[in-house]
């Protein structure tokens, strides 16, 4: 069992930045590829970026290539997606969710991950 709790979501201008954490519990966190997706409003939930366990592979959704980062911490059992160059259209609220996968995988489905935590929400103005 795996839970997770994200943070660090807020309200943010254009161009400005965030880092939203997702903390997780449990002593398998790193036997865990992590991800991140997000649902606007009005819209299904959509894959924005996943990392492997290993930390060694990282995949992102186009429309986020270039400004965003993820990145984890084994030790702190803590993923992290850096996003820069924030855009109105990001907003949307942002879920992590863990997958339990092979070594290099990013996961990009939703099917393929099995804890998802609650969300934080992220607002971009114009």
């Known amino acids: 069992q795996v839970q997770l709790v994200e943070s660090g979501g807020g309200l943010v201008q254009a161009g400005g930045s965030l880092r939203l954490s997702c903390a997780a519990s449990g002593r398998t966190f790193s036997s865990y590829a992590m991800g991140w997706f997000r649902r606007a409003p009005g819209k299904d939930r959509e894959f924005v970026s996943a990392?492997?366990?290993?930390?060694?592979?990282?995949y992102y959704a186009d429309s986020v290539k270039g400004r965003f980062t993820i990145s984890r911490d084994n030790a702190k059992n803590t993923v992290y997606l850096q996003m820069n160059s924030l855009k109105p259209e990001d907003t949307a609220v942002y879920y992590c969710?863990?997958?339990?996968?092979?070594?290099?995988?990013?996961?990009?489905?939703?099917?393929?991950?099995?804890?998802w935590g609650q969300g934080t929400q992220v607002t971009v103005s114009s």
């Open positions: 990392i492997s366990w290993s930390g060694g592979s990282t």
């Open positions: 969710a863990a997958s339990w996968t092979t070594a290099w995988a990013t996961p990009t489905g939703e099917h393929e991950y099995v804890y």
